[in-house]
């Protein structure tokens, strides 16, 4: 299980997401595009409603071998520490042509469970998301953006901030983990396939931003031991060390 390299570490504080790529193979990749077609969603719209997809855990084996992928654990119980819990998953998929979230997050309004801080030489986190793409999302393509630096910004973001954000270049099977400190969102999708991505969001084993909580029991007998303890319900006592 590979936690953050010294690089990725600073990195990840100065910008607030790091990348690992071709995490996935060209098989794992087949395999999970599979599993996505399998689940027979309608063709996306506008609406962010029409775009993310949920309950996918339960239907194939391929999504929940994520959960715990030795590539982002790692990276995420460093973050979040080893009571780290999976807090809520989604996949997210776009038509060409369809727009998607704008900026948010980054502090505007403060949300106490999204928080960073760097304390006693330690990252410590709230939320933290990590994002497979499962095909490639190029600069010309459009899709996820994000204001470097902004996680540790003590001002507001402003009216017109439009400009500051990058767009983060994904070839498929990359893997990306930032905090949802950072101020991100997505753009129009240019790209001449359907973009698609996993989302798994991961929070310390007190913290909870969601109620996913609560069906991820229904989950158990599909899980490994790790990953039944990273479904974990919130708590501080009693909670089982993940890793």
Excluded at 134 to 160: E, K, M, T
Excluded at 170 to 183: H, N
Excluded at 199 to 220: E, M, S, V
Aim: with cysteine; hydrophobic share 35%; aromatic share 8%.
């Amino acid at each position: 299980m590979d936690g953050l390299t010294e690089r990725e570490r600073y990195r990840f504080d100065l910008d607030g997401f790091v990348i690992r790529r071709r995490v996935l193979g060209a098989a794992e990749l087949r395999t999970l595009n599979a599993a996505v077609d399998a689940l027979k969603i309608p063709t996306p719209g506008e609406s962010i409603g029409s775009q993310r997809f949920s309950g996918h855990l339960a239907r194939a084996e391929s999504f929940r071998s994520l959960l715990d992928h030795d590539s982002a654990l790692g990276i995420v119980s460093d973050l979040c520490g080893p009571m780290v819990r999976l807090d809520h998953a989604y996949g997210l998929v776009m038509s060409p042509g369809t727009g998607g979230l704008g900026l948010h997050g980054g502090g505007t309004p403060h949300d106490p469970s999204q928080f960073y801080e760097v304390r006693n030489g330690g990252m410590f986190n709230g939320l933290v998301a990590v994002q497979w793409a499962l095909v490639d999302q190029l600069i010309d393509h459009g899709g996820l953006c994000c204001v470097p630096g902004s996680h540790r910004a003590a001002f507001p973001l402003p009216s017109d901030s439009a400009d500051m954000a990058h767009h983060v270049e994904l070839a498929a099977g990359d893997l990306m983990v930032f905090t949802e400190a950072l101020t991100h969102g997505t753009t129009t999708w240019r790209g001449p396939h359907q973009r698609r991505s996993l989302f798994y969001k991961y929070a310390p084993g007190h913290l909870a931003w969601g109620n996913d909580y609560q069906r991820f029991a229904d989950l158990t007998r599909r899980l490994t031991e790790r990953q039944r303890r990273l479904i974990q319900p919130p708590s501080i006592y009693p909670h089982e060390r993940v890793v």
